[in-house]
């Protein structure tokens, strides 16, 4: 995933062949600079996915499949700043069902998933959620659990809760229900240049 507004790609990749305690292969996430052809590792785990750049910061998701014993959760939602070299997480959960970063903001939707002692999580965890790169300005902008997302157009998310479909333009405040799916249910993919056009 190449960095829009700078010399540095990211990469996923498992060719330092490290292993978890059970055997499975980790992922490793490097930043390669273009520039020097230095290389960085930034993080492994069991997988990892990056969900896109805004601006100088990378923001991805380290998946840990081994329940933790601290009782935190398997998937990890982390941001890495190239000016100041900051990793923090964003948030977590047992299961995103999905993430996307359009403009600057990353919306994501945790999944509803029964716990280890078969009781439902909180359900205050389930919804539809808009952050900023840092994970400092959070904000839930539907209270159901959101299957999927698509990326209908530049400036449009659509939203499928199972039954109903909502919509979100980018800039907005909420999301609004609209009265079925889009026609094409493929989500796109938009990356801005240096200049954000």
Same mark, same amino acid.
């Given at each position: +995933? ?11 990749? !498992? ?5 978890? +305690? #059970?055997?499975? /292969? ?14 960085? %590792? /930034? ?47 964003? =948030? ?11 403009? #600057? %903001?990353?919306? &994501?939707?945790?999944? =509803? ?10 359900? !205050? ?10 994970? !400092?300005?959070?904000? %839930? /902008? ?18 499928? =809760?199972? %039954?109903?479909? &909502? ?16 026609? #094409?249910?493929?989500?796109?993919? &938009? =990356? ?6």
């Amino acid at each position: +995933s190449p960095q829009p507004s700078g010399n540095n790609v990211a990469l996923v990749s !498992t060719r330092d062949n490290q292993r978890s +305690s #059970d055997g499975t /292969l980790l992922s490793t996430l490097n930043i390669v600079n273009l520039s020097d052809n230095k290389v960085k %590792k /930034l993080d492994s785990g069991d997988r990892i996915q990056v969900a896109g750049w805004i601006e100088n910061t990378l923001v991805y998701i380290v998946v840990s499949e081994q329940a933790p014993a601290n009782g935190a959760k398997k998937q990890r939602l982390v941001s890495y700043n190239m000016e100041t070299g900051q990793k923090l997480d964003i =948030t977590s959960a047992t299961y995103f069902n999905d993430v996307i970063v359009a403009g #600057d %903001k990353v919306y &994501y939707a945790p999944a =509803t998933e029964a716990s280890v002692g078969g009781e439902a999580n909180d359900s !205050t965890t389930v919804g539809f959620y808009m952050s900023n790169a840092s994970g !400092t300005e959070i904000k %839930k /902008l539907l209270d159901q659990e959101v299957w999927s997302m698509i990326r209908s157009n530049y400036d449009t998310i659509t939203l499928s =809760t199972g %039954k109903d479909w &909502y919509e979100l333009k980018l800039g907005a405040a909420q999301v609004a229900r609209i009265g079925g799916p889009p026609a #094409d249910q493929r989500t796109r993919v &938009y =990356t801005n240049n240096a200049n954000n056009s």
